[in-house]
Structure formats: structure tokens, C-alpha cells
């Protein structure tokens, strides 16, 4: 999925978007439709188990405070604001700018209020103790280590106390069963990412794995889930 990786900049957002240290992603439309084909026909709909499964273990409840950290083309926010209902709030931000302008077309075209904005897990643009829940789907491999740190972080910043954290990401290349170890170079070990998750101030950190299907080319997936203390 990194074939659309780029380094494009408007003048706005010039800042933040050239001065991160992960790997933003662009495509827009092209994304969509790549990662469409790889789910349905590789995958066995994998991906889309994984977006599910983020919004499950959030536990979102309707009027709640939502945000997607590098929320790409904003597939899950969307399916997210039907949690939070009309009386609750969605955000999205992405370095990406093919993917913000992709993800507010598929919003409105929905008619679904979510504020996605360009901005990066460095300095996420939200006051302290705004969300509810914040989550993110593989975009932790996106980031080197001094940023996991940082961004962490940032997330408890912008968390309310005892506010959730749900985290899915690609396995580490090592830890993947047959074929799917051959698809996709980035991914985080599970277990160091609970980790430096507590030791960021977190707690009631938990991992899960995703289920493993054998006629499946889905690179091996895990969750982190933890509260603000
Ligand atoms: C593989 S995509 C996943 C997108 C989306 N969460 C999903 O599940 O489809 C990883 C995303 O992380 C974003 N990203 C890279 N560096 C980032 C940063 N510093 N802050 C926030 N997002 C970042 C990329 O632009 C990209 O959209």
C-alpha cells in the first residue's frame, strides 16, 4: 500500500505535512479502488474485519468524541459517525492531502458532519482533553520510534481522563504466518507497542490479534487498546 507515498505539499499546510518524520500517503481515489481490488480478491475482506473490529473494541457510544489519526481516506471515520450519531463528533487528520480531499468528498457525499483536516501525530490541532476515543489504523508502521513516543503522547494530550485508545497495525514481517509474510515491509511488534503505550501513561493496555485466515494473502494484524490514567 506504499506505492502511493508521496511528498506533496499546498503552502497551508506546508509546515506540518514537510516536517513530519513518518511517511504520508496520497491517491485519493487511486488508493480507494487499489485497496478495494486487494481486499476483496486477496485479503477475503480482512481489511475491512480490521476497521470493524478497531470501532468494537472503541466501544463508541452515541454522543460521543471521536478522532482518526491518520485516518487516510476516512473509510472508518465514516463508518464511525453512525456510532457517535448526530449529538456526538468525528474528526480525521492525515498528512496526506489526496487523502483529506477524498475523505471530505466521501463525507459529504454522505451527508456525515466529520471535520477532516490535514495535520500530523506530532502536534495533533485539537485543545487538551478533547476526545473520548481516539484510534488509529495501520499508521503506527508509518512512524520511526522517537515518534511513536511523541505521538502517544500527543494523543493522551488531546485524550480525556479515562478516555480510550484503540491501535491495529501490520505484525512485524517476522512474526507473519506463510504468504502473508510476503506482502507489505512495515509493522509494528505487538508486544513493544503495549509497552511504550503504558509507558506513555497508559493503562488497562491490552493486545488481541486478528484472526488468521488460511486462504487469506492479509499481512498478520494486532490491536492495542488502553485508558488514559
Ligand atoms: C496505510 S495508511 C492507513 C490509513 C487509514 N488509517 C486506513 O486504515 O485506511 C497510513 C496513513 O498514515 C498516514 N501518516 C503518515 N505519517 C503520519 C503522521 N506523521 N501523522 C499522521 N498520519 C500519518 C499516511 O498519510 C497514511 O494515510
Not at 28 to 57: I, N
Not at 106 to 125: H, M, S, T, Y
Request: one cysteine or more; glycine letters at 8%.
Amino acid at each position: 500500500m506504499h506505492s502511493f507515498a508521496r511528498h506533496r505539499h499546498t503552502t497551508a499546510v506546508k509546515a506540518s505535512a514537510k516536517e513530519t518524520k513518518g511517511l504520508p500517503i496520497n491517491g485519493g481515489w487511486r488508493y480507494d479502488l487499489m485497496e478495494w481490488f486487494l481486499d476483496l480478491f486477496l485479503f477475503r475482506s480482512q481489511l475491512r474485519d480490521l476497521r470493524q473490529r478497531t470501532a468494537d473494541l472503541a466501544h463508541i457510544e452515541p454522543g460521543e468524541q471521536v478522532l482518526d489519526v491518520g485516518c487516510g481516506t476516512g473509510t472508518l471515520a465514516l463508518a464511525v459517525a453512525r456510532r457517535v450519531g448526530r449529538t456526538g463528533r468525528v474528526a480525521g487528520i492525515d498528512p496526506g492531502i489526496e487523502q483529506i480531499a477524498r475523505a471530505r468528498l466521501k463525507a459529504d457525499r454522505r451527508n456525515l458532519p466529520i471535520e477532516f483536516q490535514i495535520g500530523v501525530i506530532e502536534q495533533l490541532p485539537f485543545p487538551d482533553q478533547t476526545f473520548d476515543v481516539v484510534f488509529s489504523t495501520l499508521m503506527m508502521h508509518h512512524l520511526p520510534a522517537s515518534l511513536k513516543r511523541q505521538g502517544l503522547a500527543e494523543i493522551a494530550r488531546v485524550l480525556k481522563p479515562e478516555g480510550r485508545l484503540v491501535i491495529a497495525d501490520f505484525k512485524r514481517k517476522q512474526e507473519r504466518q506463510g504468504q502473508s509474510a510476503r506482502f507489505h515491509a512495515g509493522g509494528s511488534n505487538m508486544q513493544d507497542l503495549a509497552a511504550l503505550i503504558k509507558d506513555t501513561g497508559f493503562s488497562h493496555v491490552e493486545t488481541e490479534e486478528a484472526q488468521f485466515h488460511r486462504f487469506s494473502a492479509f499481512p498478520g494484524a494486532g490491536f492495542v487498546s488502553a485508558r488514559k490514567s
